[in-house]
């Protein structure tokens, strides 16, 4: 079983909507991160987050420690957003980061 | 941009050949990592360096074996690669042995036939 679940695994959404993608972890962390995967391949970091919320640009992350949850929205979505997001959390030795499957993410025009 | 890349950047080769591909960085990061993606799997570490000659096992080592002689260089060495090694490849950068930013190369994308 993976320590790091994401939800849905697929999202279809039209322009403008708002998007939400959920991140669900089993193990303790140090910090939890969204990243954006592009066709093409390039791994971008978004956001680390150890507690709260943080916001750049059209993208909002939160964290709750006590569920052991995340979630990244989109708000005002663009085709330009369409990737895959990918959470992960980082702990132990290293810096070492454990990743869910990812959330891929088309927005229709 | 990070200064990270990684070559090649495809390859395809024959089972029971041995394949060594590199990462090269330029921010002189101490933590340095190697990752395969798999479809359902998503990203998973195969083995990490956090100092020169200073490395240690991920959760898919088995099969890989890695050298860094230099703190700019990370090599991943397939000693007689299997089909099962197909995948794209990422080398990862971090400046913080706690909680911080990793960094991904461009990534190798591996055939095994």
């Known amino acids: 079983k993976n320590e790091v679940e994401q939800s849905p695994q697929n999202l279809t959404a039209q322009e403008g909507e708002f998007i939400t993608i959920n991140c669900s972890y089993s193990?303790?962390?140090?910090?939890l991160h969204w990243l954006q995967q592009h066709p093409g391949g390039g791994i971008v970091s978004l956001f680390m987050l150890s507690s709260g919320k943080k916001k750049h640009g059209r993208l909002i992350a939160t964290i709750n420690i006590q569920e052991k949850h995340s979630s990244l929205h989109i708000t005002a979505s663009h085709p330009r957003d369409s990737a895959v997001y990918i959470c992960?959390?980082?702990?132990?030795?290293?810096?070492?980061?454990?990743f869910g499957t990812g959330t891929s993410l088309t927005v229709i025009p | 941009d990070a200064g990270i890349t990684q070559s090649p950047r495809h390859k395809v080769t024959e089972t029971g050949t041995p394949v060594t591909l590199r990462c090269h960085q330029t921010?002189?990061?101490?933590?340095m990592y190697w990752y395969r993606q798999d479809p359902g799997h998503g990203l998973r570490l195969i083995h990490y360096?956090?100092?020169?000659?200073?490395?240690d096992k991920g959760e898919v080592s088995d099969g890989y074996s890695v050298s860094r002689s230099k703190t700019e260089d990370f090599l991943l060495t397939l000693e007689s690669a299997t089909s099962s090694q197909t995948s794209v490849y990422f080398c990862?950068?971090?400046?913080?042995?706690?909680?911080?930013?990793?960094?991904f190369g461009p990534g190798t994308r591996l055939l095994v036939l």
């Open positions: 990862a950068i971090s400046d913080s042995g706690g909680p911080g930013t990793q960094y």
């Open positions: 193990v303790g962390i140090s910090a």
């Open positions: 992960a959390v980082s702990g132990g030795a290293g810096n070492q980061f454990y």
């Open positions: 360096s956090y100092g020169v000659k200073d490395t």
């Open positions: 921010e002189n990061h101490r933590y």
